[in-house]
């Protein structure tokens, strides 16, 4: 079975994200390979979705928006995002 791939330091943990812009609903819905795959509400358009995917990785795990930092991917669906302040424990319990 596929894993959430996270690679912990001490800058913090780091992970794909897949997004899905322009959907229903902000939500995590599981997997795209061993990347997080996350629905938002935004367009593509602007930075609006990386805006949006920053906020809303930032609420899911509790720490302040500028924790979340998009490293690759800006105009791309597929991201490799960095978030400080939390563990590898933390980022996996989003699938749940």
């Known amino acids: 079975m596929k894993e959430l791939r996270v690679r912990e330091s001490e800058e913090g943990c780091t992970f794909g ?12 819905v599981g997997l795209y390979g061993d990347s997080l795959r996350v629905r938002l509400t935004a367009p593509p358009v602007g930075g609006k979705a990386n805006q949006a995917l920053q906020e809303f990785l930032a609420r899911r795990l509790g ?9 690759s991917g800006h105009t791309s669906r597929h991201k490799v995002v960095r978030v400080r302040g939390v563990r590898a424990e933390q ?6």
Do not use: F, G
């Open 17 to 28: 994200v897949h997004v899905v812009p322009r959907s229903r609903h902000d939500t995590v």
């Open 63 to 71: 720490v302040p928006k500028d924790a979340v930092e998009i490293l």
């Open 91 to 96: 980022v996996r319990a989003l699938l749940k």
